[in-house]
């Protein structure tokens, strides 16, 4: 229930859009913050791009458990920082999904505990925002192939967005492949006064 509005905020928002994020031709959110960030680097230590450490100005935001985390996560909203830890699984988060990303530097009391270092806010397409067919496919070095699929419609009142995102690589090192299929869906509801969205 509590706004921040960008225009009266005294730190330096950095944000980005889905356009930005497709010609960037990004594979993880990740990827994206560190070719396009400010003060963000990205440790891979798994060598998979979907298991990534993402450090910002020192803090953390990472799949690893053990890692201190830093940073705060939410994707529409809502906190998908794990409650064990506090880790941030990128791979739950299919880049084609994504509308818009802010991240927002320093502690504040509005993004809850553990936001020491900032909070990342994700917001998804749907049918409403993104009301069109997409579809991409990339390949790479080391066996890297990746197939995305997205689509979305509405009636004025109903809208809906699917998502789908599938990779595969064979790894720059021996004896680690990755494999990621990701599914996305999201249902929005507009009325007089009140919209409900549901997304899995």
């Not at 936001?115 to 925002?129: N, P, R």
Request: charged content about 20%; glycine content about 12%; hydrophobic content about 35%.
């Amino acid at each position: 229930g509590v706004v921040m509005d960008r225009e009266q905020a005294s730190v330096n928002v950095q944000s980005a859009t889905a356009e930005d994020i497709r010609r960037q031709q990004s594979i993880t959110v990740t990827d994206f913050l560190n070719t396009q960030g400010q003060s963000v680097t990205v440790n891979d230590y798994a060598g998979n791009p979907f298991q990534q450490d993402l450090s910002f100005r020192g803090f953390s935001a990472s799949p690893l458990v053990g890692t201190p985390q830093g940073l705060s996560v939410y994707l529409d909203g809502v906190r998908i920082n794990e409650p064990f830890g506090e880790v941030v699984n990128w791979d739950l988060i299919p880049t084609i999904a994504i509308e818009r990303t802010d991240l927002i530097p320093g502690s504040s009391p509005l993004f809850g505990l553990n936001t020491i270092g900032g909070a990342l806010s994700l917001q998804t397409k749907s049918g409403f925002s993104s009301p069109r067919f997409e579809a991409s496919r990339t390949q790479g070095a080391w066996g890297r192939r990746q197939n995305q699929l997205a689509v979305g419609a509405n009636n004025g009142a109903v809208a809906g967005f699917l998502a789908a995102n599938e990779f595969r690589e064979d790894g720059w090192r021996d004896h680690s492949p990755s494999s990621v299929n990701q599914y996305f869906g999201r249902l929005d509801v507009r009325g007089d006064g009140f919209e409900i969205t549901g997304s899995v």
